[in-house]
């Protein structure tokens, strides 16, 4: 069976399976370091980040899959763009996939009637600002995104209408990001490979950034759900990674008890309807779906 029919099975198997045989966790193995899901229009779009993750080499073996979301698609695109160098952060805004890769954003048309592969038409370079790890992205609305560059410990804030950029803020090791209500919450990985990470949120408005709770790691990947902020922990540079939360009213804090470790959980996506968790495992070379952890 080829990785193409593999992807679809594992997709459809995932969405569709929770209800009939409860708590469980899979995975899918094959991918090239693979960071983040995203989701837009009945699509899942998975960054490969290629050969060498966390290094800043322009090898161009990075590339983006796509698959439908609920399966029904026969012949899924594992190397739906290709070209890339070693993407990260991924994110849909009015029908451009836009793209963190090394030092620059790069948007790509994928929406319904757009020809494929999709053309590239966006392209911001940041490589003036000698950083070598863009990672997160999030949107604050249609025209103005923000990035993490964990390399420099910076926020850069883009406005896509101009393609104009300024750093925003600067902040220790920043990856994970998510904005929810001007609250943009950051996650980082830590400084000098040590597991000092923390996680915390910055009030848009004033810039002030709160740390959250008292708790060090290898910071990842952020979801919300409701009043219930997830986040990756890679715990260890081996298979012991874990999915950790906050209840952003009580601090309460907790952990997803999945049935086995995850080798670097990366950006993840949470599907709330179906209570699944799509996780990709950089340091596996795998993609998990987890499924009803939350209940």
Known sequence: MSKKVLFTWFIVYCMFSAPVFGQDQYSLGGFDSPVCVTQYGGFLYLSNSGNH??????????????????????????????????????????????????????????????????????????????????????????????????????????????????KWMEISAPSGILIDNNQMYISSMGTDSLPNGKLGVIDMRTKQYTQLIDDEGYFFGLALNDKRLYYSDWVQFAKRGIIKWVDLDTKSTGQLR?????????????????DLFIIPAVLEGSVYGCLNFTR
């Open 258 to 274: 999945l049935t086995q470790r995850i080798g670097g959980p990366a950006d993840f996506h949470f599907d709330s309807r179906n």
């Open 53 to 166: 993750f966390g290094l800043s080499v322009e090898d161009g073996d990075g590339y983006i899959s796509r698959v439908r979301s609920d399966g029904s698609q026969q012949d899924p695109t594992m190397k739906f763009i290709t070209g890339l160098n070693n993407p990260r952060g991924i994110y849909v805004i009015q029908g451009t996939l836009y793209v963190c890769d090394i030092n620059r954003l790069v948007g790509f048309d994928v929406r319904p009637l757009a020809p494929s592969p999709p053309r590239k038409i966006v392209d911001i370079s940041f490589a003036n600002e000698n950083v070598t790890q863009l990672t997160g992205i999030a949107s604050f609305s249609d025209n103005l995104v923000y990035l993490t560059a964990t390399d420099i410990n910076a926020i850069f804030e883009v406005n896509l209408s101009t393609g104009q950029y300024q």
